[in-house]
């Protein structure tokens, strides 16, 4: 028998969200985190132009991407690495400064992949209490060991939805060590950049990295593709360990006429602003727990495990599927991607008819 390396073998693969409905019933999927619409038309059509080029390697430097990027928000473009979606930058960094002695803290409910990421770089992975489910700082200060490196933070966060005050995150820099490199990924940043706390002034400092994704706001799930603003001498390090043509042409092209395109993806964050507030309102009134989102999702609190499990399984026998949150530490939460009216209105129903069936 061929096998792998030891430290491989022991990972538990990443998990996807289980999208099978029962026999008969249409998939309605609210577990992934997809935007509820298609990209800009400008996105489409670049990317279908850009075909006429497939014979050809993609751009290694993503030169009209970092282009259109930099102006958005005011950075500079030569500071931007782009990856295959943010899991690539994310892979790379605990690649190149995490190792069996040099290890990765992050909150205790954080984007699991960041656990992923440094299991494959052999590094022990700690944890953080949160409070409320909301990031403590200072409890990830306490947390930092001498043989800390990397600490990551997503804000807004995923799967809780809160977000990080910008005075807070300030702390949580100032208060690490010079040698730790602070990674917040920003992946639903643009659903709060409404309340102007912009973190990319950190990455000055040379000891921060500011990550985003245009597979959420923007609708480029599908096309794979991330960002991220670097200290130069980080960029030189990730580099290195990045596949030089990690993004096609095609996806080039959709990403930089996306981020043009700003009025449609600023009223698509309207858009899901204004469903998943109208659908946790909604179940608020019936008597659910649905703490305040940041993000293109909300997280809906149970109570307890067996409940989530049972609300999980009368959504699932009418093929809607929500995503459990056990693998986080959150077994008692569902959470649920805003998609269509339609959709976010049958998930309403369903929950409120199991509520009541519960309390009978």
Same mark, same amino acid.
């Given at each position: 028998?061929?096998?792998?390396?030891? %430290?491989?073998?022991?990972?538990?693969?990443?998990?996807?969200?289980?999208?099978?409905?029962?026999?008969?019933?249409?998939?309605?999927?609210?577990?992934?985190?997809?935007?509820?619409? &298609?990209?800009? /038309?400008?996105?489409?059509?670049?990317? $279908?132009?850009?075909?006429?080029?497939? %014979?050809?390697?993609?751009? /290694?430097?993503?030169?009209?991407?970092?282009?259109?990027?930099?102006?958005? %928000?005011? +950075?500079?473009?030569?500071? +931007?690495?782009?990856?295959?979606?943010?899991?690539?930058?994310?892979?790379?960094?605990?690649?190149?400064?995490?190792?069996?002695?040099?290890?990765?803290?992050? /909150?205790? %409910?954080?984007? &699991?992949?960041?656990?992923?990421?440094?299991?494959?770089?052999?590094?022990?992975?700690?944890?953080?209490?949160?409070?409320? *489910?909301?990031?403590?700082? @200072?409890?990830?200060?306490?947390?930092?060991?001498? !043989? #800390?490196?990397?600490?990551?933070?997503?804000?807004?966060?995923?799967?809780?939805?809160?977000?990080?005050?910008?005075?807070?995150?300030?702390?949580? *820099?100032?208060?690490?060590?010079?040698?730790?490199?602070?990674?917040?990924?920003?992946?639903? =940043?643009?659903?709060?950049?409404?309340? @102007?706390?912009?973190?990319?002034?950190?990455?000055?400092?040379? !000891? #921060?990295?500011?990550?985003?994704?245009?597979?959420?706001?923007?609708?480029?799930?599908?096309?794979?593709?991330?960002?991220?603003?670097?200290?130069?001498?980080?960029?030189?390090? +990730?580099?290195?360990?990045?596949?030089?043509?990690?993004?096609?042409?095609?996806?080039?092209? $959709?990403?930089?006429?996306?981020?043009?395109?700003?009025?449609?993806?600023?009223?698509?964050?309207?858009?899901?602003?204004?469903?998943?507030?109208?659908?946790?309102?909604?179940?608020?009134?019936?008597?659910?727990?649905?703490?305040?989102?940041?993000?293109?999702?909300?997280?809906?609190?149970?109570?307890?495990?067996? *409940?989530?499990?049972?609300?999980?399984?009368?959504?699932?026998?009418? =093929?809607? +599927?929500?995503?459990?949150?056990?693998?986080?530490?959150?077994?008692?939460?569902?959470?649920?991607?805003?998609?269509?009216?339609?959709?976010?209105?049958?998930?309403?129903?369903?929950?409120?008819?199991?509520?009541?069936?519960? #309390? #009978?």
């Amino acid at each position: 028998m061929i096998r792998p390396v030891p %430290h491989v073998a022991a990972i538990t693969a990443y998990a996807l969200a289980q999208l099978q409905a029962p026999e008969g019933k249409r998939l309605v999927s609210l577990s992934q985190n997809e935007s509820l619409r &298609p990209p800009s /038309p400008a996105a489409i059509r670049a990317a $279908a132009g850009a075909l006429e080029a497939g %014979h050809l390697y993609p751009d /290694p430097d993503w030169s009209d991407l970092r282009a259109a990027l930099a102006p958005v %928000h005011g +950075i500079a473009a030569g500071d +931007i690495l782009c990856g295959s979606g943010s899991m690539e930058l994310i892979a790379c960094l605990a690649r190149a400064y995490a190792d069996p002695e040099n290890a990765v803290l992050a /909150p205790a %409910h954080a984007y &699991p992949f960041f656990r992923t990421a440094a299991l494959l770089a052999r590094a022990r992975y700690d944890t953080a209490p949160e409070v409320n *489910r909301q990031v403590s700082v @200072d409890a990830l200060l306490a947390a930092v060991r001498p !043989d #800390t490196r990397l600490v990551f933070v997503a804000n807004p966060g995923n799967p809780t939805g809160t977000r990080i005050a910008r005075a807070d995150l300030l702390r949580l *820099r100032n208060g690490l060590p010079g040698d730790v490199l602070l990674v917040i990924d920003e992946a639903y =940043g643009e659903f709060a950049d409404g309340l @102007d706390e912009p973190m990319f002034d950190l990455v000055a400092r040379g !000891d #921060t990295v500011v990550l985003r994704t245009l597979s959420k706001a923007y609708g480029l799930a599908g096309a794979r593709v991330g960002w991220g603003l670097f200290p130069p001498a980080v960029a030189r390090v +990730i580099r290195k360990v990045m596949s030089p043509n990690n993004i096609p042409a095609a996806s080039q092209a $959709a990403a930089a006429a996306a981020v043009a395109d700003q009025a449609y993806m600023r009223e698509t964050c309207a858009l899901t602003a204004e469903m998943r507030d109208s659908f946790a309102g909604r179940l608020r009134q019936s008597g659910f727990d649905v703490p305040e989102s940041h993000t293109n999702f909300a997280l809906i609190r149970l109570g307890d495990p067996d *409940r989530a499990q049972g609300a999980d399984a009368a959504l699932r026998a009418v =093929g809607i +599927i929500l995503r459990p949150q056990g693998g986080v530490g959150l077994g008692d939460c569902l959470r649920a991607t805003v998609g269509q009216a339609g959709a976010m209105e049958a998930t309403a129903e369903i929950l409120e008819h199991w509520a009541r069936k519960e #309390t #009978t």
